[in-house]
């Protein structure tokens, strides 16, 4: 089972930042938070990914608590093209961390209105 | 650079009968995935391979056969199908640099259907 928990849906002005939370409390150390999204029905999308200190690239950031107990994925400009299947996922280790088995949970549906 | 290719794109199957998905990355990744995805769901792993000639069961197994023969390419085998497979089929790859896992990159989906 995934070891995340998520809204199930949101919604976001167009234009506005996109703050998306994730639950992870039963993360272990060695265990890196991944973003995925889903727009349609297409193959989901590498958005980001972090361990313990904050990410930023161009899509998105993320924000990961010094706990590592939740984390926050930000969309700092929401346009309508990210309406879409959000998957926070903790990455599951294996061999030694050689391999990168994902194991999905519902997602949030971030839907950006105009 | 195509990335992650499936094949077919769609299918229509009886009840019982069998067939194989192809799936063909063009990045030279070790790591190759198999998951279905239900209308509403998330992803589910079916089956992946961390090299040429190994495999291993993911989260639903059941049904379904893999093959890597080839570093490329990862066969996914339905040998008598059910209506209960009828799914959106994806296929990842993804490989690790540095002692990292890199992010995974997915196809675009193949659409089972079993009447």
């Known amino acids: 089972d995934a070891k995340t928990t998520q809204p199930t849906s949101m919604d976001c002005a167009e234009g506005r930042a996109a703050n998306l939370p994730c639950n992870h409390s039963?993360?272990?150390?060695?265990?890196?938070v991944y973003w995925y999204r889903q727009i349609h029905s297409q193959g989901p999308q590498y958005i980001i990914h972090?361990?313990?200190n904050n990410e930023t690239n161009e899509m998105a950031s993320l924000i990961i608590t010094e706990d590592r107990k939740s984390s926050t994925l930000i969309l700092p400009h929401a346009t309508l093209r990210d309406t879409a299947v959000y998957y926070c996922?903790?990455?599951?280790?294996?061999?030694?961390?050689?391999?990168?088995?994902?194991?999905f949970g519902t997602g949030t549906l971030l839907a950006v209105q105009p | 650079n195509a990335g992650v290719t499936q094949t077919p794109k769609f299918r229509v199957l009886k009840t019982g009968q069998s067939m194989t998905l192809l799936c063909a990355q063009d990045?030279?990744?070790?790591?190759m995935y198999w998951y279905r995805q239900d209308p509403g769901m998330g992803l589910r792993l079916i089956h992946y391979?961390?090299?040429?000639?190994?495999?291993a069961k993911g989260e639903v197994p059941d049904g379904y056969n893999v093959s890597r023969l080839k570093k490329q390419n990862f066969l996914l085998g339905l040998e008598s199908a059910a209506p209960s497979q009828t799914s959106v089929y994806f296929c990842?790859?993804?490989?690790?640099?540095?002692?990292?896992?890199?992010?995974?990159?997915f196809g675009q989906g193949t659409r089972l259907t079993v009447v």
């Open positions: 990842a790859s993804s490989y690790v640099r540095g002692g990292v896992n890199t992010e995974a990159f």
């Open positions: 039963t993360i272990s150390g060695n265990e890196y």
């Open positions: 972090g361990l313990k």
């Open positions: 996922i903790v990455r599951v280790e294996e061999y030694g961390g050689a391999t990168n088995k994902l194991i």
């Open positions: 990045m030279n990744h070790e790591y």
């Open positions: 391979s961390v090299g040429e000639g190994t495999t």
